[in-house]
């Protein structure tokens, strides 16, 4: 088990975890046990659809609880002092312009476990978080990404 991937969290996303495991060990894994209870009471369990879907949802349940305590066990907790506003890395809020089109758009750079695209986190693994490490503003990054090449300048490096 030494060999587990470092998991990189933020503050925010550790806690995010912790809740979620708290939830699934107090309210979800209950939960679904009592469902399991429930269908066995109806008898003859080769046909009891109610049954065979709280064993699936135990089961997705259970390897939850198990994945989310093996983060939890290898979390690397960013350290908001040591996050630089002068080179990107984990922790970074980074303002990019796409070189083509002059579009700005700002990506917080976090660990793939609370990587969300939807609301500008990007994982440090993904395409364009790998090519932004290490990087400075006024640098410009090539983006190799399913469409092509995008070019990246990076306008600004915040906490």
Known sequence: MSNDKEVILTHDGLNKLEKELETLKAVKRPEVAERLKQALEFGDISENSEYEDAKNEQGFIEGRILLVEKM???AKVID???V???VVGAG???RLIEVNNNEEVEYMIV???EADPTHFKISNESPVGRSLMGQ???SVVNVTVPMGTIQYKIAGIKK
């Open 111 to 113: 660990g793939s476990a």
């Open 84 to 86: 630089k506003d002068n």
């Open 92 to 94: 970074s809020k980074v």
């Open 72 to 74: 939890l066990r290898n």
């Open 136 to 138: 400075k503003v006024g």
């Open 80 to 82: 908001e002092q040591e």
